[in-house]
């Protein structure tokens, strides 16, 4: 089991087809909702005020993380910033 902190930022170009939008936000909440359920997604917040959400993912490997990144239908356009955690020396959970 390996955590990772990630901040996705989303930038859908203004001129993209309205219905190629909306079949890649579709697909992008199944993909998410799918993971979820699966328990390798285990928190998505979103950032007051902004396209972005910060998640946990909980995966076997770091090569794990990028196939699920690479992946995602809006992948094209979101920058993504991942962050590997270790448990904290203090941490009493
Ligand atoms: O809305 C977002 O933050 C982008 C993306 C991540 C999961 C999802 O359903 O959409």
Do not use: C
Request: hydrophobic content about 40%; aromatic content about 10%; cysteine-free.
């Amino acid at each position: 089991m390996a955590l990772f902190h990630v901040r996705m930022d989303v930038d859908i170009p203004r001129d993209l087809d309205p219905e190629e939008r909306a079949e890649t936000l579709a697909r992008e909440k199944k993909y998410s909702q799918d993971l979820q359920h699966s328990g390798k997604w285990v928190h998505i917040w979103r950032i007051t005020g902004k396209f972005s959400n910060i998640s946990i993912f909980d995966v076997e490997t770091p090569d794990e993380l990028h196939e699920i990144l690479w992946n995602l239908p809006l992948f094209p356009f979101m920058t993504i910033d991942v962050t590997p955690l270790n448990k904290h020396a203090s941490s009493i959970k």
